[in-house]
């Protein structure tokens, strides 16, 4: 309990200690009052479609590629697109874990990319929904010959080729299949899209 002082007591403790202040009033205590969330200044959250839209933006690529990275990058619009208009009712992401081919260096980024936790035989694109998800490894499917121009300018001559699933690539299909995980191989931009209808995400 509070002490009640006399002038008296309060004159001699005041000219023993010059320092000491005595306020008039009882002080109040002081308490911080948090004010709720609704008046809070916070940023306010973004519509989850735009998110979605910004997740989509994509840089123009002026670079040369390869017949397969030609149709992934085909596939890789076409899933913007469904994405953009709402049709994909899923998530989906490119794996990109292919390195460059001969030499030490090739030898050094597959290691880097293993070891950080890069699956050899991974597939191309994985999708992913709330009941379920799947993988979509791509396949060129070329089977007419075309005229190359080499470094030197001459003209060469490669033939039509239909690639397939080989060595770790079929490990991990086997590795999906299970755990029930959807695994598809596809050709075209087309057979992706059949793919994400059968397996129910694609309206």
């Not at 200690?17 to 973004?46: C, D, F, K, Y």
């Not at 994909?88 to 980024?109: E, N, S, T």
């Not at 597939?123 to 010959?145: A, C, H, N, R, Y």
Request: net charge positive; hydrophobic share 40%.
């Amino acid at each position: 309990m509070p002490r009640n002082w006399s002038r008296e007591e309060l004159a001699a403790t005041l000219r023993a200690n010059p320092g000491l202040r005595v306020a008039e009033q009882p002080l109040a205590r002081r308490v911080e009052i948090t004010p709720p969330i609704s008046t809070r200044t916070e940023t306010p959250h973004r519509n989850a479609a735009n998110s979605v839209h910004e997740l989509m933006a994509c840089p123009s690529y002026q670079g040369a590629l390869g017949p397969e990275d030609q149709l992934s990058y085909a596939v890789a619009t076409e899933l913007r697109r469904l994405t953009h208009k709402g049709l994909l009712r899923a998530v989906w992401f490119g794996i990109p874990i292919q390195h460059p081919a001969g030499g030490k260096y090739a030898m050094l980024a597959q290691a880097k990319r293993t070891a950080l936790g890069g699956v050899p035989g991974c597939p191309d694109f994985g999708v992913m929904w709330g009941t379920g998800s799947g993988f979509i490894e791509l396949k060129v499917d070329d089977p007419q010959g075309r005229l190359l121009a080499t470094d030197a300018g001459l003209t060469g001559w490669r033939k039509g080729r239909r690639t397939y699933l080989r060595g770790k690539q079929r490990l991990f299909q086997a590795w999906a299949e299970m755990f029930h995980v959807k695994h598809a191989v596809c050709r075209s931009v087309g057979e992706v899209v059949a793919v994400l209808k059968q397996w129910g995400v694609l309206a």
